[in-house]
């Protein structure tokens, strides 16, 4: 069974330009999440979608940061514009239902470097 | 709110050595407790689990038992290798559904 695919693996761009990060889920996943994760801490949920819904985006700053999930597959989460502060390792999740109990599977991440 | 604390590290251990990564949260409720490994270049990875009190995790030789007296889930295994060099993470889930994550710790195994 093939895992959480993201790409690119790394990106570098300059502050004020936008970014953009892709996500595809395990097949079947109905949940999909993003997380950001600064170096030295531990990753920060930004989003959830159960299939193409939101269910919770109360830690994404709406003002630079968005996400959609077209289709109910796979994801794409866009900075734009990027600030220093966003540099971070993205990380995109995937489980297969939204229960408290489901275990939920990692990508390898994006490392975003904004200069 | 929820939150998850984990000792700092990085831990330097030589192979054969034990192991011991403390880890204690503050919660509402009764929590589901995980620790997840980061191997170098590759996504998070679920390595044990508990969802009550008293359990029990376990995999691959690492260990770890919920203890609401305490309020911890330290991680332990009796005799690590080269290959368990890894970042760490204790992490809950509480009654938001959300994981939380602590600091993360990592670990570094000298042959």
């Known amino acids: 069974e093939a895992g959480v695919a993201q790409s690119p693996r790394y990106k570098i761009i300059e502050k004020r330009q936008s970014v953009a990060f892709w996500c595809n889920p395990i097949?079947?996943?109905?949940?999909l999440y993003w997380y950001q994760q600064i170096l030295g801490q531990g990753p920060k949920l930004l989003i959830q979608?159960?299939?193409?819904?939101?269910?919770?985006d109360s830690q994404l700053p709406k003002d630079r940061f968005s996400a959609e999930r077209l289709k109910g597959v796979d994801s794409t989460l866009k900075i734009q514009p990027a600030k220093l502060e966003d540099s971070a390792v993205y990380l995109c999740?995937?489980?297969?239902?939204?229960?408290?109990?489901?275990?939920?599977?990692f990508g390898p991440g994006t490392r975003l470097t904004v200069l | 709110g929820d939150s998850v604390t984990q000792m700092e590290g990085p831990v330097t251990l030589s192979e054969e050595a034990f192991l011991t990564i403390n880890c204690t949260y503050t919660?509402?409720?009764?929590?589901?407790l995980f620790w997840y490994v980061q191997y170098p270049g590759e996504g998070l990875q679920l390595l044990l689990k508990?969802?009550?009190?008293?359990d029990k995790g376990s995999n691959k030789g690492f260990e770890a038992t919920y203890r609401k007296e305490t309020t911890s889930f330290h991680l332990e295994k009796g005799s690590v290798q080269v290959s368990d060099s890894a970042v760490y993470f204790c992490?809950?889930?509480?009654?938001?559904?959300?994981?939380?994550f602590g600091q993360g710790t990592t670990l570094q195994v000298k042959p």
């Open positions: 999740a995937s489980s297969s239902q939204r229960g408290l109990y489901n275990e939920q599977f």
């Open positions: 097949s079947g996943h109905a949940t």
């Open positions: 979608f159960q299939n193409n819904g939101v269910v919770d």
């Open positions: 919660a509402t409720g009764y929590p589901s």
């Open positions: 508990a969802t009550k009190a008293d």
């Open positions: 992490a809950l889930r509480g009654n938001t559904g959300k994981l939380i």
